[in-house]
């Protein structure tokens, strides 16, 4: 009996350690499936902190030439399923181009022959080949600027050219169509046709309640108004004056209708601009007639621009190009970069002597804008594309205005100028283009873009 209890005993014992075993190894597994589960539960926890840390924030995309801050979608509340997940992220914006193009042609000198190639049979007006040519670079561009060297005073005054202009609206009309956006009339031809004359070009531009007409006012608060034109994230604002109006006074009770190059009046505006703006660009009408270079009074201006830190300044009035640099501030290295004139984009002159074909040669500035890493609006590139007025005879549309890369020989020798100027050929429009720009032109090349690090 003995025996047998000692033997139940120890069967006991060994089914109580079995069951302890058993507890053992049970534990184990019940505590590893736990922990990994809170594991898992962790790793799930920091993944969604992750990503909606991510999804809220503004992430800085760099793109070509730009750096832009975009809100990524909020995947993390929408998404559910794998599908929904691939269909969000097809939709996630990865980069937003901020880029800002500017281009601007030079004077719009509308001698009675060019208002002429408007003239149809049919007694109407159209001046939409004047443009043709070039409506590629003007679409391509977001502030697409022209000088209006003249004015609109209607056809009742008489349509006139030099030296006191006076053309048709519908010249007006054709730059609307091309896309112009901008158009200037601080030019020392703004008073031609007198109080009249101005009130008129102002009323005319009304229709066209979507383009910006600088340099002009109608009251003394239009004159302290900034132009500024929003685009991709970035503040443009636009600035115009003239040296001079040829002698002529500015209306009595109109003392503010056309800005003047002043000192105290730009800097005014300059200062206002600065606090709306991002980027300014300063377009000035001045320098000295059929000279290929810079003045003394051109340079002097540029070096008061650049302590205003005015970031673009874009010229004409010479009638002729002239170089393009670039301007540095000693004191703290702020950069401006200056076209000093564009020359004319079209013209008319059909004076008899060598070297006039230079005031049919142009240029049109482009300049692109972008954000650096700092937030600043900055110059990315720049450049220029030469132009050629083709001074044809009379008849409808015979004047017109082409990139000199693509102005055949055809065209060249059948102008007024071919048998007007023995200095008149293409070779000759490019070595100028080269003399005055360097490196900025590339015969044979439509345009020429210098890249900068911003």
């Known amino acids: 009996m003995g025996n047998n209890r000692n033997y139940s005993n120890h069967s006991n014992h060994r089914r109580s350690n079995s069951r302890k075993r058993r507890k053992k190894k049970t534990s184990n597994v019940l505590y590893k499936a736990v922990a990994g589960v809170v594991g898992v539960s962790i790793v799930a926890l920091i993944a969604l902190i992750i990503v909606y840390a991510f999804s809220n924030s503004n992430v800085g995309v760099k793109t070509p030439g730009t750096i832009s801050e975009i809100k990524m979608l909020k995947t993390y509340e929408a998404a559910v399923t794998p599908a929904e997940w691939a269909m969000l992220e097809e939709n996630v914006p990865m980069e937003i181009s901020q880029n800002v193009q500017i281009m601007m042609i030079g004077d719009m000198l509308m001698h009675l022959n060019v208002t002429e190639s408007g003239f149809k049979d049919d007694g109407t007006k159209n001046y939409d080949h004047l443009f043709q040519r070039i409506l590629p670079d003007i679409q391509a561009a977001d502030i697409r600027i022209v000088n209006e060297e003249i004015v609109f005073a209607g056809e009742d005054m008489g349509f006139s050219g030099y030296p006191m202009f006076n053309t048709a609206e519908e010249v007006g009309d054709a730059e609307a169509n091309a896309g112009f956006n901008v158009i200037l009339h601080a030019t020392n031809h703004t008073m031609d046709k007198w109080k009249k004359g101005l009130l008129n070009t ?200 082409c990139p000199l890369s693509e102005y055949t020989e055809e065209e060249r020798k059948n102008t007024i100028l071919a048998a007007n100027d023995p200095t008149f050929t293409i070779e000759n429009c490019e070595n100028l283009c080269e003399k005055v720009w360097g490196d900025l032109y590339t015969r044979g090349e439509r345009d020429t873009w210098i890249t900068r690090e911003y």
């Not at 003394?220 to 900034?226: G, W």
């Not at 205003?308 to 009638?319: E, F, K, M, S, Y």
């Not at 030469?386 to 001074?391: F, G, R, S």
Request: with cysteine.
């Open 202 to 401: 102002i009323n005319f531009w009304k229709k066209y309640p979507d383009i910006k007409v600088l340099g002009v006012n109608e009251t003394q608060e239009q004159q302290e108004e900034i132009t500024v034109i929003e685009k991709n994230g970035m503040k443009i604002a636009l600035l115009n004056y003239t040296y001079g109006l040829n002698g002529m006074p500015q209306p009595d009770d109109m003392p503010f209708a056309v800005n003047l190059i002043d000192a105290d009046l730009m800097d005014r505006n300059i200062k206002k601009a600065h606090e709306v703006a991002d980027f300014v660009v300063v377009l000035m009408h001045w320098g000295n007639e059929y000279q290929l270079y810079a003045s003394s009074d051109q340079k002097y201006w540029c070096n008061w621009l650049l302590e205003r830190d005015v970031d673009l300044v874009i010229g004409a009035h010479p009638h002729v190009i002239q170089p393009i640099e670039w301007y540095t501030d000693p004191n703290d290295g702020d950069e401006m970069l200056v076209y000093y004139s564009l020359g004319n984009y079209v013209t008319g002159t059909r004076a008899a002597r060598a070297g006039v074909y230079e005031q049919a040669v142009g240029g049109m500035a482009k300049v692109e804008l972008t954000r650096n890493s700092k937030g600043e609006v900055v110059i990315s590139r720049y450049g220029v594309e030469p132009l050629v007025a083709n001074i044809g005879r009379s008849g409808y549309g015979n004047i017109y205005t």
